[in-house]
């Protein structure tokens, strides 16, 4: 009982994690920061997809927009479809705990469309850093991005009791179902879930 009440394991990419001990959860010298999807290109590459978009701290100074298909091949690669941000490298270890927040503006051809969003580590030799989902047993557990969520875009109805600014709760209820208007855009916010270390 010496130990503070909350312990959070932090995965470092596979196979490492360490573990971080808090008073609080949320924690309280949480800073939380705003990152901006910027349909501009971006320089970066990892020679693989030389299409990407730009993600900084700073707002965009324009709006822009990026177009791409619904139709996914299933043994194509995870990046030849949708769309791609990055930011500048990382200038300093980042701790990364807790749930991350999506907020999106979205348009389709049809009624309904489920996004899938990914966040990827990348090292200084332009390798993706493998997780774990089990860390320490590697029979048990699966590869994945350090953060990851997806929602159908019709189940955006925020329940407005449970929701905070840095963590949404959908309500998911038939009676708050809402189809998307072909061609009209949408404003919709989510969130994914796990606990990393960049």
């Avoid at 990914?118 to 090292?123: G, K, Q």
Wanted: hydrophobic fraction near 30%.
């Amino acid at each position: 009982m010496d130990r503070p009440p909350v312990e959070i394991q932090i995965l470092t990419g596979y196979p490492g994690y360490y573990w971080l001990y808090e008073n609080e959860w949320p924690i309280a010298r949480t800073l939380y920061t705003k990152f901006y999807l910027d349909a501009s290109p971006a320089s970066w590459n990892d020679g693989q997809q030389t299409d990407f978009l730009k993600m900084s701290t700073s707002a965009p100074t324009s709006g822009k927009s990026k177009s791409y298909s619904g139709d996914v091949k299933p043994d194509a690669p995870c990046y030849a479809s949708g769309v791609s941000f990055v930011t500048d490298p990382m200038p300093e270890d980042t701790v990364l705990a807790g749930y991350s927040k999506l907020v999106t503006y979205v348009s389709s051809t049809t009624k309904d469309m489920q996004i899938h969003a990914s966040v990827r580590a990348v090292d200084e030799n332009n390798q993706e850093v493998l997780y774990l989902t089990t860390p320490g047993n590697a029979t048990l557990g699966h590869y994945t991005p350090f953060q990851r969520g997806s929602l159908k875009v019709s189940h955006r109805k925020l329940d407005p009791v449970k929701s905070t600014d840095y963590r949404p709760y959908h309500t998911h209820k038939e009676k708050d179902y809402q189809p998307l208007t072909p061609g009209r855009p949408w404003k919709f916010r989510w969130r994914s879930g796990r606990v990393q270390h960049l």
